[in-house]
């Protein structure tokens, strides 16, 4: 059976990645700061950047849902996921990153980014975002995937148990919507961990 830590599982990606892992039968530990919200009947309670390479053994596939929208702290999207490549360099273990959607490009020379056109007091965020990206893209010494939601990631929205599999580009449906819930998004990550087909690369998702 697949073993899968997923930190930030309280978190609302996080927590609906848990119920969709155990919906299928798969080993699943809450990693967790504090008291455990989710359904997981295993835990870890420790925080992302005090995490070891021994807390993360035996485990097939960790999921990585932190995330920090604190303007002072925008920097930790970056040194949390150096230091979740850092102890799992070299393992077999695969990291799946919930990631952003500003970082899609909107251009097939791969020069613009969704972002360029976000106003200027929500740029941060997936500029930080789409920074801890560009350095996970420099590492071959982890097996990473990197999931980018679509544009508007619905929090409450439906789970409709269907998605539309993308690449680095910016991408929407035949009206122009670029939408997925998180219960759907949750369907691509357990997906993903189950097939294994996009390692060192990253995908986006959308209805």
């Known amino acids: 059976m697949t073993a899968i830590a997923v930190i930030g599982a309280n978190g609302r990606a996080g927590s609906r990645i848990v119920d969709e ?14 008291e455990n919200r989710t359904r997981a009947g295993k835990t870890i309670v420790k925080d992302l950047f005090d995490l070891t390479a021994a807390d ?61 056109g976000f106003p200027d007091e929500i740029k941060p965020v997936p500029l930080a975002m789409g920074k801890a990206l560009d350095e996970l893209r420099r590492r071959d010494d982890v097996r990473w995937t990197y999931i980018s939601p679509a544009a508007d990631f619905q929090a409450d929205g439906k789970r409709t148990g269907a998605y539309a599999l993308a690449g680095e580009e910016y991408s929407t449906d035949d009206d122009g919507i670029s939408a997925i819930s998180y219960a759907d998004y949750a369907i691509a990550v357990v997906d993903e961990i189950e097939r294994g087909s996009h390692i060192g690369q990253r995908i986006s998702v959308r209805w």
């Open 21 to 34: 892992a155990l919906n299928r039968g798969f080993d699943v530990t809450a990693v967790v700061r504090g």
């Open 56 to 116: 993360l053994t035996g485990f097939d596939v960790v999921v990585d849902a932190f995330g920090v929208f604190d303007p002072a702290k925008l920097s930790e999207h970056s040194t949390s996921l150096a230091h979740l490549a850092d102890i799992l360099s070299g393992t077999s273990v695969r990291l799946i990153v919930v990631g952003g959607a500003g970082s899609l490009y909107t251009n097939a020379g791969h020069t613009a980014q969704l972002s360029d």
